[in-house]
């Protein structure tokens, strides 16, 4: 009877053993893979997630600003204050009824933006809140007359110097009333950007000057659905 015998290495060859050391090193190896697939991870997340990648005309701020208290009031002489601004994003415009392109320009793109989030069925539209800087012309009917032709949901609110200050200068809006020309009239310069204001009542945002309706519907409707 013959005897089978266990195959034994060639010549020259070398026998391996599998001991603790090995198992260690492919458990740190696999641990150092994770760890890299990691924060690759975390790098793109970053990445696709960055203002610059998710929006499309709004720059966001790295942290919300809070707007301290201001007193202004609307067409009717109502009282409109810091309270105003929580509840569902609003979105600040400054200008003067008299404006003869920026201001109507503007308030076109934001009436269209916000036609285009009614359609995609949104529950809470932004608050469009125009803010005159010309209280000397601008006010009651004048404003509501001048908002509500562009559309009958839009806000109108003034106040006199003072007071306008307390609001410009947290949102870092700018205006200039010019000199008057032989028949009284003069021209204002100021900011054109839209303010953003959260549904806390702070400033996360601005859109530049010139955006379109569509840019800016888009990237409200990714704030809103965020829960902004």
Do not use: W
Request: glycine content about 8%; some cysteine; proline content about 5%.
């Amino acid at each position: 009877m013959k005897h089978k015998f266990p195959d034994t290495p060639a010549a020259g060859s070398q026998l391996r053993v599998a001991g603790p050391g090995n198992a260690a090193g492919k458990i740190m190896l696999i641990v150092i893979v994770v760890l890299i697939a990691t924060l690759a991870g975390v790098i793109l997340a970053r990445q696709l997630l960055s203002p610059a990648a998710e929006f499309e005309a709004a720059s966001i701020y790295p942290e919300a600003r809070i707007i301290s208290d201001f007193s202004l009031h609307d067409a009717d002489g109502r009282e409109f204050s810091e309270a105003d601004l929580s509840g569902s994003i609003s979105l600040l415009f400054f200008g003067f009824t008299h404006c003869p392109d920026i201001c109507p320009d503007t308030l076109a793109v934001l009436a269209r933006a916000r036609d285009k989030l009614e359609t995609m069925r949104v529950e809470k539209l932004p608050e469009v809140i125009f803010v005159s800087v010309d209280p000397e012309r601008d006010g009651g009917a004048t404003m509501r007359e001048y908002v509500e032709y562009f559309h009958p949901a839009f806000r109108a609110v003034t106040g006199d110097d003072q007071a306008l200050e307390r609001l410009t200068s947290q949102v870092g809006a700018m205006y200039v009333l010019g000199v008057p020309d032989e028949q009284g009239f003069y021209s204002v310069d100021h900011s054109g950007m839209v303010v953003i204001i959260d549904s806390d009542g702070r400033m996360i945002g601005r859109f530049r000057t010139g955006v379109d309706a569509d840019s800016m519907a888009a990237d409200l409707f990714r704030l809103i659905r965020a829960g902004v």
